[in-house]
């Protein structure tokens, strides 16, 4: 992707701030994160002046890496009592920090986000500051796109994640794999930001751009790293790999890593069809990128959209983990969305589709209910039963200070009261946030007539 030079920091920013991060936190240790956030946060800053005066590198990525693992062994040069605890921590009897390896090869970024994802997803802290947190130190948002994700202002998010980071600093968390039963308390938060970080990408509640597709490809890479880790694989091929180097010579340390690696198999029955339910979701929801917005930048409504623009290839890429995801026996939220992102990618407007995806919202409303999934089955329901019985629906939800109520409203209205259709959207107007709404509402106004 072909990116300006002003265009260029934040795209890296957004891709390659957390990698190096986290594979800084790894080394240094959670409760040094401050000292690996300074030394990224100062290489982007160097970029960002010397590219403006010199121009940009043959290979921007690779100049961000070299300087900041240079800047990372200056920094354990300054410091060497720091650089001796590190080089105790990681049993290394490196004398000087340029011997402490700063490994940032494709594998080691992997797994160090792997491994950072689940310990700032730790139950030590709540649900909503472990989201936070990691869409804040693994996703690359700020506190005002964090605030908008959960309706709140700034400065709460803000004491909420200093807060956060002081609770894994003292229950002193240790960057690493994690067992089978850490897993399970952590692996429905890291599915939510993976989830949520596709979302701010495919709609941005925070910013006036439409569609972000570098956030949502980010999120499918990330949902992709952990179904391909070894913690989701689980097949005959783990009884097969060596177990880490820690463990040679120590034969309880090889009693542990062969409890973990069934424990880990276990995990992949178990767990595994969440992740590639969510993978089928972002799949299905990607492959309708070219055709959601014109040339303008302005939104296509779904029923507007040229098909033909539509990826086939991610839609076949999302049917295959949509049945990967069939193999266990619990159903998550992610399979009945993804269901339905799947009726969605069915070209023909026909009863039996909104007939499908109208039963799948059910479902989900009785899985998690949740107002926004409520306002669009109604959608589904004037779809396959008729705008009439959708508008008593629609009216029960009683979202009035949301646009999103308002411009759905005046939808169903539309050639059933068009005068109410008309003030429904006059309201959606007035509350909605971002450019392209405010396009596509004025639109369907002016369609009304005066």
């Known amino acids: 992707m072909y990116y300006k030079q002003t265009e260029l920091i934040p795209h890296l920013f957004r891709t390659e701030y957390r990698k190096i991060v986290s594979v800084l936190c790894k080394l240094f240790g959670i409760e040094h994160i401050e000292i690996a956030e300074d030394i990224v946060s100062d290489t982007f800053l160097l970029a960002s002046e010397l590219w403006g005066l010199k121009g940009l590198p043959e290979n921007p990525t690779a100049w961000l890496y070299v300087v900041a693992k240079n800047k990372t062994k200056d920094y354990l040069k300054r410091d060497s009592l720091f650089a001796q ?9 490196a004398p000087i920090s340029e011997e402490i390896e700063i490994d940032l090869s494709v594998k080691n970024t992997n797994d160090s986000q792997l491994a950072m994802i689940f310990v700032v997803c730790h139950p030590c802290n709540p649900a909503e500051s472990r989201i936070g947190l990691a869409l804040n130190l693994l996703c690359g948002f700020g506190v005002e796109e964090i605030a908008n994700a959960f309706l709140t202002n700034k400065k709460v ?13 003292a229950e002193k968390i240790k960057i690493e794999q994690p067992t089978l039963p850490e897993i399970d308390d952590r692996l429905s938060t890291v599915l939510m930001v993976l989830y949520l970080l596709f979302n701010e990408g495919y709609y941005s509640s925070s910013q006036d751009i439409t569609l972000r597709k570098d956030i949502c490809l980010e999120a499918m890479r990330l949902t992709s790293l952990l179904i391909d880790s070894r913690a989701c694989e689980g097949n005959e ?5 060596d177990v880490p180097e820690r463990s040679e010579g120590n034969e309880q340390g090889r009693a542990r890593d062969e409890a973990l690696t069934k424990s880990l198999a276990k995990f992949s029955q178990m767990n595994k069809p969440f992740a590639n339910a969510l993978l089928s979701l972002l799949c299905f929801q990607a492959s309708r990128f070219d055709a959601r917005l014109n040339q303008n930048g302005e939104i296509i409504l779904y029923e507007e959209q040229d098909t033909d623009l539509w990826d086939q290839e991610l839609i076949a890429k999302g049917e295959y983990f949509l049945n990967q995801a069939s193999q266990g026996d619990k159903i998550s939220k992610y399979h009945l969305e993804a269901g339905i992102a799947y009726w969605h990618t069915i070209k023909a407007d026909t009863k039996e589709k909104w007939e499908n995806i109208l039963q799948l919202y059910n479902q989900l409303l009785l899985i998690e209910y949740s107002p926004i999934a409520a306002l669009n089955r109604t959608y589904a329901l004037a779809k396959a039963n008729g705008k009439k019985e959708a508008i008593i629906e629609a009216e029960k939800i009683k979202l009035t200070g949301n646009h999103l109520y308002h411009s759905l409203l005046g939808e169903l209205y539309t050639d059933v009261d068009n005068t109410k259709a008309i003030l429904h959207l006059q309201n959606a107007l007035a509350l909605a946030r971002s450019r392209a709404d405010k396009m596509v509402i004025s639109n369907k106004i002016c369609r009304l007539g005066p």
Do not use: F, M, T, V
């Open 85 to 93: 605890n590190i080089s105790k921590e990681i049993k290394s009897n």
């Open 157 to 169: 998010i803000y004491k909420r994640l200093q807060r956060a980071k002081e609770k894994l600093r």
């Open 237 to 241: 091929q783990d009884e097969e790999r």
